[in-house]
């Protein structure tokens, strides 16, 4: 009965205090808004300041992220550096130089359940693609090609390139023509590092 009594007694205390609590609030509150109203232009000039700061931190921290990535690249942009990455590096290489050649929404998605498509990015000109990345030893094939048209369904209005370190295959080559596919092999690798832009615009009907 005791105990019954204590849990009753401690209840009504704190249905008494939540009346106080709501009048401190009150207080409190009421004192801010008159602090606001009375230095108005202070709050103001801090408020543009905090934000300018953290704009200007934001824009800081986008540059050196920036920066870092052209670095990395000016280090891995060479056929000696490439054919020694993973896998995964070299998707992040291709995912950099869509950057560098200012693709925007550029975006790795390499993995498992990748669904054939490595790198998606749109081109400056709006223009979109996907592109499956292989760091291959041997010979990219045909079944490579026929994946990623079959995976080109979904991604409508999207233009698919195959990139490798090594060569295309004769039927590779044949599957592809016809198509809007663009295939880079090693050679035109080589000069994409160098510089050259390697994904033109989609034309219908060429391979």
Same mark, same amino acid.
Request: proline share 4%; aromatic share 6%; charged share 25%.
């Given at each position: 009965?005791?105990? &019954? #009594?204590?849990? !009753?007694? +401690?209840?009504?205390?704190?249905?008494?205090?939540?009346? /106080?609590?709501?009048? /401190?609030?009150?207080? /409190?509150? #009421?004192?801010?808004?008159? *602090?606001?109203?009375?230095? &108005?232009? $202070?709050?103001? %000039? $801090?408020?543009?300041?905090?934000?300018? %700061?953290? *704009?200007?931190?934001?824009?800081?921290? &986008?540059?050196?992220?920036?920066? &870092?990535? !052209?670095?990395?690249?000016?280090?891995?942009? #060479?056929?000696?550096?490439?054919?020694?990455?993973?896998?995964?590096?070299?998707?992040? $290489?291709?995912?950099?130089?869509?950057?560098?050649?200012?693709?925007?929404?550029?975006?790795?998605?390499? @993995?498992?359940?990748? %669904?054939? /498509?490595?790198?998606? %990015?749109?081109?400056?000109?709006?223009?979109?693609?996907?592109?499956?990345?292989? =760091?291959?030893?041997?010979?990219?094939?045909?079944?490579?090609? =026929?994946?990623?048209?079959?995976?080109?369904?979904?991604?409508?209005?999207? !233009?698919?390139?195959?990139?490798?370190?090594? =060569?295309?295959?004769?039927?590779?080559?044949?599957?592809?023509? @016809?198509?809007?596919?663009?295939?880079?092999?090693?050679? +035109?690798?080589?000069?994409?590092?160098?510089?050259?832009?390697? $994904?033109?615009?989609?034309?219908?009907?060429? @391979?």
């Amino acid at each position: 009965m005791a105990r &019954r #009594r204590s849990r !009753r007694g +401690q209840g009504n205390v704190d249905w008494l205090l939540w009346p /106080v609590a709501i009048a /401190v609030f009150l207080v /409190v509150a #009421r004192w801010l808004i008159d *602090v606001v109203v009375a230095n &108005r232009p $202070l709050i103001i %000039g $801090l408020t543009v300041l905090l934000v300018a %700061g953290l *704009v200007g931190l934001l824009v800081l921290r &986008r540059r050196t992220i920036d920066a &870092r990535q !052209r670095e990395w690249l000016r280090d891995n942009a #060479r056929l000696e550096r490439v054919d020694r990455m993973t896998g995964v590096e070299f998707e992040s $290489l291709v995912e950099a130089l869509l950057r560098r050649d200012g693709f925007h929404k550029v975006r790795r998605i390499g @993995g498992s359940g990748d %669904g054939g /498509v490595d790198v998606i %990015g749109t081109a400056p000109a709006g223009d979109l693609f996907v592109i499956q990345c292989k =760091r291959w030893a041997k010979s990219v094939g045909s079944p490579e090609v =026929r994946n990623l048209l079959g995976a080109l369904h979904a991604y409508p209005e999207h !233009r698919g390139v195959l990139v490798t370190t090594t =060569r295309f295959t004769a039927p590779a080559k044949q599957c592809a023509a @016809g198509t809007n596919l663009l295939l880079i092999d090693r050679e +035109q690798l080589a000069a994409w590092l160098n510089g050259a832009p390697a $994904l033109a615009p989609p034309t219908r009907g060429t @391979g």
